[in-house]
Nanobody, 123 residues
Framework: QVQLVESGGGLVQAGGSLRLSCAASGRTFSYYNMGWFRQAPGTGREFVAAVTKSGISTYYADSVKGRFTISRDNAKNTVYVQMNSLKPEDTAVYYC????????????????WGQGTQVTVSS
């Protein structure tokens, strides 16, 4: 089992940047593929980005490709997402997720979830 705690959310103007962090504790961090999802008011939770256990491979939703970068530091048990060129439509609660099976992570099936951190982008 793994526990996840996000940080780094806040209010930023359009075009600005934020870096979210997710600290993991519990089972060995490198056992899990890690990802970020988001949920805007009135919508379902959507995939944002994911990184494999080793950190070698990364995947992004089309809506954030070229603007967001996911990374992980297995020595620090932490996954990050650097968010640049933020848009008002990026406003959402961002959730960190972990899963030992990458396909399940990507589909949101049986993930471990953090509590979420609010990102608000003003126009």
């Amino acid at each position: 089992q793994v526990q996840l705690v996000e940080s780094g959310g806040g209010l930023v103007q359009a075009g600005g940047s934020l870096r979210l962090s997710c600290a993991a504790s519990g089972r060995t961090f490198s056992y899990y593929n890690m990802g970020w999802f988001r949920q805007a008011p009135g919508t379902g939770r959507e995939f944002v980005a994911a990184v494999t256990k080793s950190g070698i491979s990364t995947y992004y939703a089309d809506s954030v490709k070229g603007r967001f970068t996911i990374s992980r530091d297995n020595a620090k048990n932490t996954v990050y997402v650097q968010m640049n060129s933020l848009k008002p439509e990026d406003t959402a609660v961002y959730y960190c997720a972990a899963n030992a099976v990458f396909l399940n992570l990507r589909l949101g099936n049986n993930n471990y979830w953090g509590q979420g951190t609010q990102v608000t982008v003003s126009s």
